[in-house]
């Protein structure tokens, strides 16, 4: 692990360590100051704990544990990200080289990258309902799409990108387009590429919280957090919440620590 | 031209360029001069005077709006290793070794890997580079990396060299050693070079003839012939001869340009 990550693991505890401190003190006191009932719609709701103790966070988490409800939510909506993340990343991927790369082919996808980059891919959930049915396959597809278009995007102006120097070197070395292509493109855009990738893999998480609306069932992270508003269970909204923070953050760590080891050729600065 | 005059390698007969644009600029003008075999031509000229568009063309990468380029006789069109071409940019390719960029022009002929290596192992020993064979150029020195580029283009043993300002960037002590290290590797893979510099005292240690361009249009103003013997150690920049020629060059950029006007 480098030097910036161990420092960015380190700064993230200490403040994850500070606000917890903070809250847990709040807590306490709110379990007097507090109301305990509060009005919802048409009725009211009691035992309700707005700042939920530690004690009944754990509590919680031990039941949500016990009855395998949060792992096997994060088996499921885990496996929809990496379903979803693979299959828009690489058609975004081979989508953004070939616009890159062909000027003609540019010209013919630019106003649709412009539109698609603009609209939020939640706004297609309706259409992907009624397209791909209410299941499975809207969900992966939705997640697919928010994807795609990032890393699209990300591949057309890493390719776009490429310093022309390293091209004409190439060539002026009697290398073949073909060669170019694979020996001085590819890992030339790479970085860039990673880098929208590493941005798409966060905004997958944002989709699939909404895209397991659709067809709410259990066991998934976004149904949990829908539940937990319809009871209401405070403990268990802050425990999905966490949950997913927890999982975006790794991810994203996961992803940075392979940018590190793939682009090992980089100058680094800091 | 005598029958046992040497063998012309690279010819520009009457060549100009003009690059398009509002307005457009007239960077080469009735430019004629021919490179002979073997021969380490410098091309010096003021900033600006279109040496690059020239050696671009030498290259293939542009084509004269007017002229011909001749190559063995037969006319230049589009880049080919045999003109080993290294541009004035640092083109070393980062995300490659030391050994995978002085092979790439090997991969690209579709040379094994077994021979490929042989090549490489050479050039490595001959740079005093064998510690750093797997290596990322980031940990190089800028002018030890473009003395990779200049290994990576004779590893496909091109006819001829054409080099832009290969040591433009470098400090003066740096580009001291470069030069040395430069003469050093000709000697012993003697080739046709064209070597583009700005710098007089750089010209005249390192080429046998240097050919003074115009401020632009470039064309070519005179031509010297550095007659110096090789290989030219430390003490020949101190020697009389070389003084005399570095005053004589001056006295000619001196007179044409009003870029170098009073640096004499």
């Not at chain 1, 939020?120 to 309902?129: D, Q, T």
């Not at chain 2, 190559?71 to 071409?85: E, F, I, M």
């Not at chain 2, 390719?93 to 991969?107: A, D, H, I, K, T």
Request: glycine letters at 6%.
């Amino acid at each position: 692990m480098s030097l910036v990550q161990r420092n960015r693991i380190k700064r993230a505890l200490l403040s994850l360590g500070a606000i917890a401190v903070v809250y847990g003190i709040a807590a306490e006191i709110g379990r007097w100051v507090l109301p305990h009932r509060i009005w919802m719609d048409v009725h009211y709701i009691d035992n309700v704990e707005l700042l939920p103790t530690y004690q009944s966070l754990a509590e919680e988490l031990a039941f949500l544990i016990q009855s395998w409800i949060l792992p096997s939510s994060i088996l499921v909506s885990t496996g929809r990200i990496l379903a979803g993340f693979l299959l828009g990343s690489v058609a975004g991927i081979v989508v953004g080289l070939a616009t890159g790369r062909a000027a003609r082919l540019e010209y013919v996808a630019d106003p649709w990258t412009t539109l698609l980059r603009f609209t939020p891919a939640l706004a297609l959930l309706p259409l992907y309902v009624i397209w791909f049915g209410y299941g499975e396959a809207s969900k992966i597809l939705l997640i697919a799409t928010s994807v795609a278009v990032v890393a699209m995007l990300g591949a057309h102006q890493a390719v776009r990108g490429v310093p022309q120097v390293y091209l004409d070197a190439a060539r002026a070395l009697g290398a073949s387009p073909r060669l170019i292509f694979r020996k001085i493109v590819l890992p030339a855009a790479f970085p860039q590429i990673f880098a929208s990738l590493r941005v798409a893999l966060a905004l997958a998480w944002v989709t699939i919280v909404v895209a397991e609306l659709i067809d709410a069932k259990m066991p998934s992270l976004g149904y949990l957090l829908a539940l937990a508003g319809a009871y209401p269970r405070v403990p268990q909204m802050l425990i999905g919440l966490a949950t997913i923070g927890t999982l975006v953050f790794l991810s994203d760590m996961l992803a940075l620590s392979l940018h590190a080891k793939v682009t090992r050729w980089m100058r680094r600065t800091g | 031209m005598s029958s046992d005059a040497p063998r012309m390698r690279l010819e520009a007969a009457d060549v100009g360029y003009t690059y398009p644009g509002q307005p457009p600029t007239r960077a080469l003008d009735s430019l004629t001069v021919s490179i002979a075999d073997n021969e380490f031509v410098a091309l010096l000229g003021p900033v600006g005077c279109g040496k690059t568009t020239l050696l671009r063309i030498f290259a293939g990468f542009l084509t004269p709006t007017q002229g011909v380029v001749r190559c063995d006789g037969t006319s230049v069109d589009g880049p080919s290793w045999q003109r080993g071409y290294v541009l004035q940019e640092s083109a070393i390719f980062p995300w490659m070794s030391v050994r995978e960029n002085l092979e790439f022009g090997l991969l690209a002929k579709g040379m094994e890997a077994e021979p490929r290596r042989a090549v490489s192992d050479e050039l490595l020993r001959l740079l005093g580079l064998s510690a750093f064979e797997a290596a990322y150029p980031k940990q190089l020195s800028s002018g030890m990396s473009k003395m990779v580029e200049v290994a990576r283009v004779l590893a496909t043993d091109p006819s001829m060299l054409l080099l832009d300002e290969p040591f433009g960037a470098l400090d003066a002590q740096t580009r001291a050693k470069m030069q040395d290290e430069l003469a050093r590797l000709w000697e012993q893979r003697r080739k046709t070079v064209v070597f583009v510099t700005h710098d007089v005292e750089e010209a005249l240690y390192l080429a046998d003839r240097i050919v003074v361009l115009t401020a632009r249009p470039g064309r070519v103003q005179q031509q010297f012939r550095v007659a110096l013997p090789r290989p030219r150690p430390l003490e020949t920049r101190f020697a009389p001869e070389f003084s005399a020629l570095k005053r004589q060059v001056w006295e000619v950029i001196g007179a044409s340009s009003s870029v170098y006007a009073g640096r004499t």
